[in-house]
């Protein structure tokens, strides 16, 4: 998980509204804003699966935020947070838990088959280069969602 916070100089619903009226109308998010009673605004931002394995590629990251009031002057804190999406995970540990568990078969002597060796080797190998494929694309990803949430905000911001 990521974080990322800055400050804008626009009242929270300003900024809503602009995150509402540029997200909403774009067909390949889901966006989903709610109010709070203690003038706090919580926003989810997603990709939306087109396609039923995209989960790998292209929506393996759920977005958080709350925009908040600041204490001093006419600025408004914003703060978000990047994670991966649950299912990435599932299938990433799925393969590395199953090559575990054919190795603790082959070391406690189940099977001393070759065939074993090789599908144990073989699921661990997709399971950790599954893991490394993720996080760089969750990079990737982090670093889009920063360009496209800042250039709705109409914010010079170093991300």
Not at 78 to 107: D, N, R, T
């Amino acid at each position: 998980m990521k974080d990322w916070s800055f400050q804008v100089k626009n009242s929270p619903l300003e900024i809503s509204k602009q995150l509402k009226s540029s997200l909403e109308n774009a067909k390949r998010f889901a966006f989903d804003m709610k109010n709070n009673k203690h003038n706090l605004i919580n926003f989810k931002l997603r990709k939306r699966l087109l396609l039923p394995f995209e989960i790998n590629t292209q929506n393996n990251i759920i977005v958080n935020g709350k925009i908040s009031k600041t204490s001093s002057g006419n600025e408004t804190d914003v703060e978000v947070s990047f994670s991966q999406h649950p299912l990435s995970k599932l299938l990433m540990y799925g393969h590395i838990i199953l090559g575990l568990g054919f190795l603790a078969a082959i070391i406690l002597e189940y099977s001393n088959n070759f065939y074993t060796y090789l599908i144990a080797g073989i699921l661990l190998l997709i399971g950790v280069l599954l893991g490394f494929h993720l996080k760089r694309n969750f990079d990737k990803n982090v670093q889009e969602y920063k360009k496209l949430i800042s250039e709705i905000l109409e914010q010079n911001l170093n991300y």
